[in-house]
């Protein structure tokens, strides 16, 4: 009885069985119905945020298996992980997590083309979905920040991605802005409801843990004349002193009001 | 100097200019255009890749392909931009507008509603893109027959009435979609001609051959599924 209770109402699933058995009416009465007191325990609103645990379980994954290659030393010191492969590594253990936990009809996951990356500024976008329309409600454009000397380190070897037309003519189109700048642009020119984080493999003092600075109001520093680049973002964390959880962070992000600006700094890891 | 005129003094590029594969005489900025889930990205992969998967992954933003095609011996590379449907993206679309020589304005053969915001879509064309800009309405999906809604000939019907050519397509089934690109580069290049001939200061730097030498091909725009 108590797994009754607990239990999701899904409307469809019902359609489906009464379709299905098409039980006669005798069969109907002898059903076992809920107890009246069973209606007191439910909970009044239907779950629209019970991705949140999930989201927590995907995140989890990610950024453990993200840690592993981050803190991974080569003893030669010869060798170490590339920024792109660290950025494939949080997104694909992410995305697995999150297609066998079965939550992406709720809250989905959209990685960028390498044009897409250029244009926009983030390498994926996280999406909460609105039922039934699928439409996002809610959007998180994510772009990640790697250790400044990791980044160095591969500057001078030209990807064969650096080559082809397409990301060419991609970065023609934007040349005029940065990669911070113009993923502050495209969440801006979406609304409040689309928020920037900015995602930190690692940290100049803290270099194995995962860091984020998320706010949907990151324009109102281009207003005050301030340069969006890397120790503006960074200089979000010298003033704070709270760091949020990534299920705090969806929460902060569920339970605001419309139209409300939010900022907050969050540990991955 | 109008659109055409510029374009053509600007865009013979061959072993010239910056970035990319610079072998070209002309290069034309597509987009397509229309409401979400109306086959837009779909008809973009077949054209491109020559691929079809029926997952839906709705577009974020904008992305684009780049293509060649040749016309007359000559080499046209077209930069086509795959544009979000959903409102909340309007304001990144729409900027991409600018500069446009010619769009794909797609609805769904069945969905009524991607239809009747055909007239909304038209209107964004005139108001951010250039007026000598050229559309082609493509009504997608014309392999669902049974859930069709929207006739072919409601289909032509409108795309007279807005100045538009019209094809009824199939990313999936690879109906029409090469022809809707290649119908929409040739009104292009007619187009581009008209402006050379009206205007003879812009062939400073033009091409020496018309791109419309020879008859356009017969232009069949009925669903052959």
């Given at each position: 009885m108590g797994q009754t209770i607990s239990k999701p109402t899904n409307p469809q699933n019902s359609n489906l069985s009464l379709k299905r058995s098409s039980p006669s009416s005798n069969e109907q009465n002898m059903a076992p119905r809920p107890s009246i007191f069973s209606t007191l325990r439910r909970?009044?609103?239907?779950?629209?945020?019970?991705f949140i645990p999930l989201f927590n379980d995907c995140i989890s994954a990610a950024a453990s298996r993200t840690q592993e290659y981050l803190l991974f030393k080569d003893p030669e010191d010869k060798f170490q992980a590339s920024s792109e492969v660290l950025t494939q590594v949080f997104l694909m253990t992410y995305i697995s997590q999150s297609v066998s936990l079965n939550m992406t009809d709720r809250f989905n996951c959209t990685a960028m083309t390498p044009e897409q990356r250029i244009l926009l500024g983030p390498d994926w976008v996280w999406a909460m979905l609105e039922k039934?329309?699928?439409?996002?409600r809610i959007q998180i454009a994510v772009q990640v920040l790697h250790l400044p000397g990791r980044e160095a380190a591969e500057?001078?070897?030209?990807?064969?991605?650096?080559?082809?037309e397409s990301i060419q003519i991609a970065q023609k189109e934007s040349s005029n802005k940065t990669t911070y700048e113009r993923m502050v642009d495209f969440c801006t020119s979406i609304g409040k409801d689309c928020y920037a984080l900015f995602l930190f493999?690692?940290?100049?003092?803290?270099?194995?843990n995962i860091y984020g600075v998320l706010s949907n109001n990151f324009e109102a520093a281009i207003g005050k004349c301030n340069k969006i680049d890397r120790a503006f973002i960074e200089n979000f964390f010298k003033g704070s002193r709270y760091l949020h959880t990534p299920p705090g962070m969806m929460q902060a992000i569920v339970t605001k009001k419309e139209g409300d600006s939010l900022t907050l700094m969050v540990k991955f890891s | 100097m109008d659109l055409y005129g510029k374009m053509a003094a600007t865009q013979d590029a061959k072993g010239k200019?910056?970035?990319?594969?610079?072998?070209?005489?002309y290069m034309f900025k597509l987009l397509i255009i229309g409401?979400?889930?109306?086959?837009k990205t779909s008809f973009l992969f077949r054209y491109a890749d020559d691929a079809f998967t029926s997952a839906f992954v709705s577009t974020v933003g904008i992305d684009f392909k780049v293509k060649t095609v040749y016309k007359n011996d000559k080499r046209i590379k077209l930069q086509i931009w795959d544009t979000a449907g959903?409102?909340?993206?309007r304001t990144i679309t729409t900027a991409?507008?600018?500069?446009?020589?010619?769009?794909?304005l797609m609805y769904d053969i069945t969905n009524e509603e991607s239809f009747g915001a055909v007239q909304d879509w038209s209107t964004q064309i005139k108001t951010y893109?250039?007026?000598n800009a050229q559309v082609v309405l493509a009504g997608n999906k014309c392999d669902m027959e049974e859930e069709r809604v929207v006739s072919v000939d409601n289909g032509r019907l409108l795309a007279e009435q807005l100045g538009f050519e019209f094809f009824e397509t199939s990313a999936k089934d690879n109906v029409n979609v090469k022809q809707t690109f290649e119908r929409l580069v040739d009104l292009i290049c007619d187009k581009m001609s008209d402006s050379l001939d009206s205007d003879?200061?812009?062939?400073?730097?033009?091409?020496?051959?018309?791109?419309?030498d020879s008859a356009p091909p017969l232009q069949q725009s009925g669903c052959n599924c």
């Open positions: 909970p009044l609103i239907t779950k629209t945020n019970d039934p329309t699928k439409n996002p500057e001078n070897n030209i990807s064969q991605e650096a080559c082809t493999l690692g940290k100049k003092n803290d270099k194995g | 200019g910056e970035g990319g594969d610079q072998n070209f005489d409401n979400s889930s109306v086959g959903q409102e909340r993206y991409y507008y600018r500069g446009a020589m010619g769009f794909i893109s250039w007026d003879p200061a812009v062939t400073t730097g033009a091409p020496t051959a018309k791109l419309t």
